[in-house]
């Protein structure tokens, strides 16, 4: 008798309910389970490019301590170069490799023969060559951010597709068997809801990454393009040279050229066959010159 209403008991008794994921992994189908799919393989991409850049972002700024203590600790621009001192990884380094490069080529003449200075012209040269070398490793350095944008901007997207996708597929079918009830309705509804949460689970992570990343290079964008402005002016101290001017050049110039001399007018002669101008009054008494206001009138005797 006990036996019996053991299992009387334990028929009646409520089944324990499934995890929340595991119930809707078993829902998805179709639309939902595709977007899910594709959501899965963008976090994936998504966690390799942060931590393959977060990586490459901390190497890049220990190896840029590291250079710039070495840098600003010779006396001479080339000690580095001529050391043949290699340093991969390093943004500073190679900013600093093509500059020297181009001021060697610069100082060697078609002979192949060394000279010590260069010119303006070549100064000019050698600026626009580093500075395309900041650029050049500010690209490599952004290389992979757009992986992490799409995953920002389009995961969220993707998630409200299949969740609108869902929903119409659950109350189309409802509508069709003509029975809206929950147990009906709720099990499609969670399945499409769950493609959402997983474009969120998406989105957030590479939204915080992204930020993270994008600020801390610009950091070492803006401290690649220090640099490159203080090797500049280095190599412009140290090798462009300083033409001085001659000061006899103005004195022969000045004495090639002819002297300009400003002779006074002569004054015209008078001609007695043209007639004196009407107009123009001359005084030559001062007893004759009239004055501008006409004395009060005096009063008569009473």
């Known amino acids: 008798m006990n036996t019996l209403q053991l299992l009387a008991a334990a028929g009646s008794a409520p089944v324990a309910p499934k995890p929340t994921f595991q119930y809707v992994w078993e829902q998805l189908e179709g639309p939902g389970?595709?977007?899910?799919?594709?959501?899965?393989?963008?976090?994936?991409?998504?966690w390799a490019v942060m931590a393959t850049k977060a990586w490459q972002l901390r190497r890049a700024r220990k190896y840029n301590r590291y250079f710039d203590s070495e840098f600003r600790g010779q006396k001479r621009v080339l000690a580095m170069f001529e050391r043949r001192i290699s340093a991969e990884g390093c943004p500073l380094f190679n900013v600093y490799q093509e500059g020297c490069m181009a001021l060697e080529e610069r100082l060697r003449d078609k002979e192949g023969k060394r000279h010590r200075y260069v010119s303006l012209k070549s100064m000019e040269h050698?600026?626009?060559?580093?500075?395309?070398?900041?650029?050049?490793?500010?690209?490599?350095?952004?290389?992979?951010?757009?992986?992490?944008?799409?995953?920002?901007?389009?995961?969220?997207?993707?998630?409200l597709l299949g969740t609108v996708w869902g929903v119409m597929e659950v109350f189309s079918r409802a509508a069709q068997v003509g029975n809206a009830s929950l147990t009906t309705v709720?099990?499609?509804?969670?399945?499409a809801l769950a493609t959402t949460v997983a474009g969120l689970l998406v989105a957030i992570p590479s939204m915080f990454g992204y930020n993270w990343l994008v600020h801390n290079l610009r950091v070492t964008t803006v401290e690649m393009d220090n640099f490159a402005q203080e090797l500049s002016a280095k190599i412009e101290a140290e090798y462009l040279q300083d033409v001085p001017v001659s000061e006899r050049e103005p004195l022969k110039t000045m004495a090639a050229e002819p002297e300009i001399r400003m002779e006074p007018k002569p004054k015209p002669e008078s001609n007695p066959m043209v007639p004196a101008d009407e107009t123009k009054v001359e005084f030559d008494d001062a007893d004759d010159v009239q004055p501008d206001r006409l004395p009060p009138e005096t009063e008569g005797p009473s």
Do not use: Q
Not at 139 to 156: K, N
């Open 126 to 159: 050698i600026k626009g060559l580093i500075e395309s070398s900041v650029a050049r490793e500010s690209v490599a350095l952004e290389s992979g951010l757009i992986l992490l944008a799409i995953a920002v901007s389009g995961a969220p997207f993707m998630g």
């Open 186 to 191: 709720a099990p499609g509804v969670a399945a």
């Open 33 to 46: 389970l595709a977007i899910i799919v594709v959501l899965i393989l963008f976090s994936t991409c998504a």
